[in-house]
């Protein structure tokens, strides 16, 4: 069966740092993203990458705070968030697939998706 598990979330004050993982299973990873959806906007895509090379690609909205990276265990990935701001407030998703350069920001391109973790950026 094909899975993937993110933990990690939860509330943190304004400039504070929280790390969110995933953990895929049953499923042949060759690029994972993360997204995230506010309260009435859109799901979208703020960091993915490449775990077989470690390429990385992140949204303006988030490069120089965020950081994705491979886990220890295979098909595991790491978001750490620092620097976080109330705008980061969101449910945040990860997702993976098979293929290789493509429109990542894309949520169609996407075959599987985790159930979603809450991030929450308050004082």
């Known amino acids: 069966e094909e899975q993937l598990v993110e933990s990690g979330g939860g509330l943190v004050q304004p400039g504070g740092s929280l790390r969110l993982s995933c953990a895929a299973s049953g499923y042949p990873v060759n690029s994972m993203a993360w997204f995230r959806q506010a309260p009435g906007k859109e799901r979208a895509g703020i960091a993915m990458?490449?775990?077989?090379?470690?390429?990385?690609y992140y949204t303006d909205s988030v490069k120089g705070r965020f950081t994705v990276s491979q886990g220890n265990a295979k098909n595991t990935v790491v978001l750490q968030m620092n620097n976080l701001k109330p705008e980061d407030t969101a449910m945040y998703y990860c997702?993976?697939?098979?293929?290789?350069?493509?429109?990542?920001?894309?949520?169609?391109?996407?075959?599987?998706w985790g159930q979603g973790t809450q991030v929450t950026v308050s004082s």
């Open positions: 990458i490449y775990p077989n090379d470690g390429r990385t």
């Open positions: 997702a993976a697939n098979r293929k290789h350069d493509f429109s990542w920001l894309s949520e169609q391109e996407w075959n599987v």
